[in-house]
C-alpha cells in the first residue's frame, strides 16, 4: 500500500489521502506541514514557505525593499500561494532527492489556507513538486471542496493511506504521572492540538531539551503525543479535553496570558532598519540618468497658472543640508523613437507571465452589497493571478520614516494566536490590537479576505466593550485596515469598492480624538485621499488635496519635515489630475532636492525619485502645453518615464512598473507610435491582471481600445473597453466612468458605418449607463481632453 500510494503520487503530482501517512520511499525528502499545528490564518503555507527557503538556502533578511503608503495604496506581497508554488517548482529543478510537499491534517486548516490549496489544486500545470493532501477525519466545508477539488481533476487520486495504529485500551491515569510530566501536558494542551516545542519552552520558563525529555518520557507511559517532526507535537481531542479541564481556570488565564504576550511581544518590538537594497546602492547610477525637469517647464504653458508654493517650498527644504528646490540638470536618458528601443524587460517580462499557467480565476460568491436587479448581469473579464517570481519580505516604513516590525521570519510570530489566547485571558483590547495587526499582515501577504476577517474580528470584539479613547482609536486602526483592503483589492462581490472604502475610512475618521497619535491620523489622511483619489471626479480630487495637505500640515506641527515631505509626490499627483502643472512641477522639483540629497541614508529615496519621476512624465498628458511644442513635451515624458522604469524594476515593483508601462503606451499613443503603445499596453494588462491591480487595469484596458481601434481590430477594441467599464463599476469610479464615456462616444463615431458592431457597442452602451447611475455620474461633453 505504502509504494502504491507513493508511486501514484509521482505520476499524478496531487493526490488526497485518508488515514494515516505510510513512511515514504528512501529515495524521497518531505517537506511536511502539520495543519492542526497553531491553526491560524495562512499559518501552514507560511510554514512551508519557510522550510522550502531553507531547503533551496535562501534567507529572507537582507534581501528585503523599502515599502512605503502613499496616495496610491500600499505595494502587497504577492499571493502566498503563487510564492510557494514559485519555490516548490524551483525545488523541483534541483538535482538529488526527489522532493514531496505533504500537508497533514488538512481538515484542520484554516479557510484562507484551505482557498489557497484550492487554488493550487485546480490549476493543471501550475506545480511541478508531488503534493500530498492527508485528511485524518472527515473534511467539511471547506476542507470538503477542496478534496472535491482533488477528486475533479482525477476521481483516482483519491486514495485511502494505512489505518491509524490502535490506542491503548487501558485509560491514562493522569494524575499518576510525574508531576513536571503532567505539567508539560497541560501547557500542550493549553497551547492547541497542535504545539511547538519552542513556544511550550518558554511558557515553561525551561530549556527545549528539558521539554522533548518530558515529552519522551509521557510517549514511555503510555500516553498517546504523536511527533510530528520539526518540533511540533499533537495530542487526541480525548487527551486534550483531559488535559485541559485538569488545569484551575487562574492558572489557564494565566498561561493564556503569557501565550499572548509571547506570540505577539516579537511583532511590536523595533527592528533596526536594514541594510540599504540593491536598488538603494545603485542611486547614483540612477540620479546620472535621471531627466532634467527644467524641460518640462519649458513645454508646459503655465501662463494661466497661479504659482504660490513658496512657504510649502521653505518647509520642505529646511531639513536638506542646503538643497535647492531645482535639482540641476541631468543627462538626457537614450530615444526611444524606434519600436526596437523599447525597453527588452517589457517582453522579459511578458514572456514569463506567458510561461507560467494562470491561477483559477477569482471565486464570485459572496455578494456583500447585492445591486438592483438587473444592474450586474454581464459576462465579465475575471481578474486571473499568475504566480511569479520570488519576491522579498517587504520592510514597511510608516509616513513619519519609521521602521514597522515585520514579523514574518519569525515561525512563531501569530498575531492570530496571540489575540486568540488574550480573549481567553481576559485582555479583549490586547486581543483587538493583535487582530489589527494581524489584519494589516495578511494584506501586506497578498490575503484580502483574511485581513477583512481579522479588522472585523477585532471590530466584534471592541463592540462588546465600553467605550474609551483607547478603544475608539482601536476601532479606528480596525476600521483603517479594513477601509485599506476595500480599496486596493480586486471584488466587488466581496465589498472591495471604492464607496465601501471610503464608507469605512471616514467611519474611522469619527472614532479619532484630538490627541490621537500623529501616525495614526495620517495614515488615515492618506488612505482617503488615495479613495478620492481614484474616485476622480473634481470634487473628488480636492477632497485628496484637502486630505493630504492636512497630513502635511499634522506632520510639520510634529516636527517631522522628511515625513511630511513624503507627502510632495501625493500632493503633485493630485495637481497633475487636475491639470495644474504648475503646482505639481514646484512640488515635483522640492521631492527630488530633498531625496537625491537624502538618497545614501533613506532607504526610501529611490521609491520617491522613483515617483517624481513618474508624474513627471504624466505631465504632458494632463497639462496644457505651449502651441506647436506637443511633440517635444511627449518625447521629454518619455524620457522621465524611462528613468521611472529603471527605478521601478530596481525596487521589484511590478505595480508601479506596469503603471509607468501604462503611461508609456499613452505617450506613444499621443505620437501615432501605435506598435509601441500597444506593446507597453499589453504589456502593462499583462501584469496588473496578474496581481489583481483594478484600478490599473481599467485605465489600460481603455487606452489599449483607442489603439487597437487605430490597429484596425475593432471586435477586440470593444472588448476592451466593455471590460474597462465593468473594471470601472466593480470598483466605483465616477472618474473612470467618465473616461469610458469619453472613449465610448469616439469608438462610436470611428465604427458608425460598421453595423457588424452594432451590438458589441450597445452592450457596452448598456453597461455604461447602469453604471453611470449607479454612481450619479452625469455623462460628460464628449470635446474634453481624456
Sequence with gaps: MSDSLWQKLHEKM?????????????????????????????????????????????????????????????????????????????LAKQNGARWVVVFDAVERADEATLAALTQIVQQPGWLRLPLLLVFHDEPKAAAAELLAAVRARDGDSVVRGEEALASEAKPIKWSTLPPEVLRALRAGALIGPGFEVRVLAELLSIDPELVLERLQHAIDLGVPVEDRGEGKFSLPSSALSALSASIIPSLAQAW????????????????????????????????????????????????????????????????????????????????????????????????????????????????????????????????????????????????????????????????????EHMRRAGDLDSAAEHLCEAAREAAAMGAPQAAVEH??????????????????????????????????????????????????????????????????????????????????????????????????????????????????????????????????????????????????????????????????????LHARMRLGREEEGYAIGMDHALAAERAFGELDDDRELARVWETMGRLDLKRLRLEEARLRLEAAFEVQTRIGDLTGLAQTTEFLSEVLAWCGRNAEAITMLRDSVIYNRDKGSPRGLISNRQAFTALSSRFAQLPQHADGLREVEILLAAGERELGVSPPDATEER
Excluded at 501517512?21 to 519557510?50: G, H, M, N, T, Y
Excluded at 478603544?471 to 485596515?481: D, V
Excluded at 502635511?552 to 489630475?577: E, K, M, P, T, Y
Aim: hydrophobic letters at 45%.
Design 256 to 419: 493564556h496570558r503569557k501565550l499572548g504576550q509571547l506570540l505577539g511581544a516579537r511583532a511590536a518590538r523595533a527592528i533596526p532598519p536594514p541594510p540599504p537594497a540593491p536598488g538603494i546602492a545603485g542611486i547614483a547610477k540612477f540620479q546620472a540618468e535621471s531627466v532634467d525637469d527644467t524641460r518640462v517647464a519649458e513645454i508646459i504653458d503655465m501662463s494661466h497658472e497661479v504659482v504660490d508654493l513658496a512657504s510649502e517650498t521653505a518647509a520642505a527644504t529646511s531639513g536638506t543640508s542646503g538643497a535647492g528646490v531645482d535639482a540641476g540638470a541631468r543627462p538626457v536618458a537614450p530615444d526611444t523613437s524606434r519600436p526596437q528601443a523599447i525597453s527588452g524587460e517589457i517582453s522579459d517580462r511578458v514572456e514569463s507571465a506567458q510561461s507560467n499557467p494562470p491561477r483559477r480565476p477569482v471565486q464570485r460568491k459572496t455578494v456583500l452589497a447585492p445591486p438592483a436587479e438587473g444592474a450586474r448581469s454581464t459576462r465579465r473579464k475575471t481578474l486571473v493571478l499568475k504566480p511569479e517570481v520570488d519576491m522579498p519580505a517587504p520592510v514597511e516604513l510608516t509616513a513619519t520614516g519609521k521602521v514597522a516590525a515585520a514579523t514574518v521570519g519569525d515561525p512563531l510570530i501569530d498575531n492570530v494566536r496571540a489575540a
Design 455 to 620: 479588522a472585523n474580528g477585532a471590530l466584534a470584539l471592541l463592540a462588546t466593550l465600553p467605550v474609551g479613547v483607547s478603544r475608539q482609536r482601536l476601532k479606528a486602526r480596525a476600521l483603517l485596515e479594513l477601509g485599506r483592503v476595500q480599496w486596493q483589492a480586486p471584488g466587488y462581490e466581496h465589498g472591495f469598492t471604492l464607496a465601501r472604502a471610503r464608507a469605512s475610512l471616514e467611519a474611522a475618521r469619527a472614532e479619532l480624538d484630538a490627541d490621537a497619535p500623529v501616525e495614526l491620523v495620517v495614515d488615515l489622511a492618506q488612505a482617503l485621499a488615495g479613495v478620492h483619489f481614484d474616485l476622480g471626479d473634481p470634487p473628488s480630487l480636492a477632497l485628496a488635496l484637502a486630505e493630504v495637505e492636512e497630513a502635511s500640515r499634522v506632520l510639520h506641527a510634529a516636527n517631522d519635515a522628511i515625513g511630511a515631505a513624503r507627502l510632495f509626490n501625493d500632493q503633485a499627483a493630485v495637481r497633475v489630475r487636475m491639470g495644474d502643472g504648475a503646482h505639481a512641477l514646484k512640488l515635483l522639483r522640492a521631492s527630488r532636492a530633498i531625496f537625491d540629497a537624502r538618497a545614501q541614508d533613506d532607504p526610501a529615496a529611490l521609491r520617491e525619485l522613483a515617483e517624481s519621476e513618474h508624474l513627471l512624465a504624466n505631465l504632458p
Design 14 to 90: 496531487i493526490i488526497a489521502a485518508r488515514g494515516r501517512l505510510p513512511d515514504p520511499p528512501p529515495d524521497s525528502q518531505l517537506i511536511r506541514v502539520s495543519c492542526e499545528v497553531a491553526p491560524a490564518a495562512l499559518r501552514p503555507l507560511l510554514e512551508a514557505r519557510r522550510l522550502t527557503e531553507a531547503i533551496l538556502g535562501e534567507t529572507r533578511s537582507g534581501r528585503t525593499r523599502p515599502r512605503t503608503r502613499t496616495l496610491f495604496g500600499d505595494t502587497p506581497e504577492r499571493a502566498t500561494e503563487a510564492v510557494v508554488v514559485e519555490l516548490w517548482n524551483r
